[in-house]
Nanobody, 126 residues
Framework: VQLVESGGGMVQPGGSLRLSCAAS????????MSWVRQAPGKGPEWVSA????????WYPPSVKGRFTISRDNAKRLLYLQMNSLKPDDTALYYC????????????????????WGQGTQVTVSS
């Protein structure tokens, strides 16, 4: 199982970035996928989730309306489009895979995730 994120970088407040995650080593289309971020000195924060078919998405209030998660099952890619970025969005962003047999239904419960990428850094600063 491998999840490789890319697309991070430094951007000014109000700017946009698009993160990508390339999946390999498993049947990508059988897993719900999420993005999780972790800012320096803070715990991880779930920021988006998408179902296997890509037709249902979920977001916490902190990013709803600004972030959009999507997936291309044919290309085995997961995306996160981030608009109207704020300094508080500065963090290491991880692509994570849900265990399809997970007991934990809440996407903010990290016990449901069984694979993590190495992360891509997003820095929002003027």
């Amino acid at each position: 199982v491998q999840l490789v994120e890319s697309g991070g970088g430094m951007v000014q407040p109000g700017g946009s970035l698009r993160l990508s995650c390339a999946a390999s080593g498993f049947t990508f289309s059988r897993h719900d996928m999420s993005w999780v971020r972790q800012a320096p000195g803070k715990g991880p924060e779930w920021v988006s989730a998408i179902n296997t078919g890509g037709d249902r998405t979920w977001y916490p209030p902190s990013v709803k309306g600004r972030f959009t998660i999507s997936r291309d099952n044919a290309k085995r890619l997961l995306y996160l489009q981030m608009n109207s970025l704020k300094p508080d969005d500065t963090a290491l962003y991880y692509c994570v895979r849900s265990d399809p047999l997970t007991y934990y239904s809440d996407y903010a419960d990290f016990r449901r995730y069984d694979a993590w990428g190495q992360g891509t850094q997003v820095t929002v600063s003027s």
